[in-house]
């Protein structure tokens, strides 16, 4: 079973940052398109941002210029740099392996979600 393990968040002030890591077992990890998701309280999961396998990156316009994600093939690892921090990135954080189609992000269905990483920005 594919295990999916985000770390990195915390409580932070305005302003300030945080970066997110995750970790995702299994193989060809180089051969998927990757995606950081969120919920926030009371409301739906969304994808943030996704990084295809090539290295390119889409991000919801919420997040444009403040976040960036990144990947490393080689330690099957997924970034999520997160600068400039509001209250409403406040969040659980979780990552995701998939395909992109149409712009739209896809997660393997076969992978379950992980325990997430809780991001408060607070001051």
């Known amino acids: 079973q594919v295990q999916l393990v985000e770390s990195g968040g915390g409580l932070v002030q305005p302003g300030g940052s945080l970066r997110l890591s995750c970790r995702i077992s299994g193989a060809f990890f180089r051969t998927y398109a990757l995606a950081w998701y969120r919920q926030a309280p009371g409301k739906q999961r969304e994808v943030v941002a996704t990084i295809t396998v090539d290295g390119s990156e889409n991000y919801t316009d919420s997040v444009k210029g403040r976040f960036t994600i990144s990947r490393d093939n080689a330690k099957n690892m997924v970034y999520l740099q997160m600068n400039s921090l509001k209250p409403e990135d406040t969040a659980v954080y979780y990552c995701?392996?998939?395909?992109?189609?149409?712009?739209?992000?896809?997660?393997?269905?076969?992978?379950?979600w992980g325990q997430g990483t809780q991001v408060t920005v607070s001051s």
């Open positions: 995701r392996r998939g395909l992109l189609a149409g712009g739209t992000f896809h997660p393997t269905s076969t992978d379950y």
